[in-house]
């Protein structure tokens, strides 16, 4: 089992930053072989839920959706079993509820191949 609290959303005018946080927990997190990829997705009202960001497990590797590349970067501590995407130049349309994700999928967009997900966190930009 893999527990996974975000944090971090809020308000922020266009033009500004946030930096969203990931808190992962369960005994198989930890664990090298498991290899967790994690990911980013967000929800806007009325819409569906979609892909953002994904990051390895060594945080060598990272893939993003066309819409947030330059702006958002996804990272990651495994010795704190955090990860993070940093949030530059917010547009009205990132407005969303915010999760992540472990999966073991590289590079896949869709929400069935990850396992486990967070409650969201909501961010609003205004404009």
């Known amino acids: 089992q893999v527990q996974l609290v975000e944090s971090g959303g809020g308000l922020v005018q266009a033009g500004g930053s946030l930096r969203l946080s990931c808190a992962a927990s369960?005994?198989?997190?930890?664990?090298?072989?498991?290899?967790?990829?994690m990911g980013w997705f967000r929800q806007a009202p009325g819409k569906e839920r979609e892909f953002v960001a994904v990051?390895?497990?060594?945080?060598?590797?990272?893939f993003y959706t066309d819409s947030v590349k330059g702006r958002f970067t996804v990272s990651r501590d495994n010795a704190k079993n955090m990860v993070y995407l940093q949030m530059n130049s917010l547009k009205p349309e990132d407005a969303a509820v915010y999760y992540c994700?472990?999966?073991?999928?590289?590079?896949?967009?869709?929400?069935?191949?990850?396992?486990?997900w967070g409650q969201g966190t909501q961010v609003t930009v205004s404009s």
């Open positions: 994700a472990a999966g073991h999928r590289w590079q896949s967009t869709r929400d069935s191949d990850y396992e486990y």
């Open positions: 369960g005994r198989t997190f930890s664990t090298y072989s498991m290899g967790w990829l």
């Open positions: 990051i390895s497990w060594s945080g060598s590797s990272t």
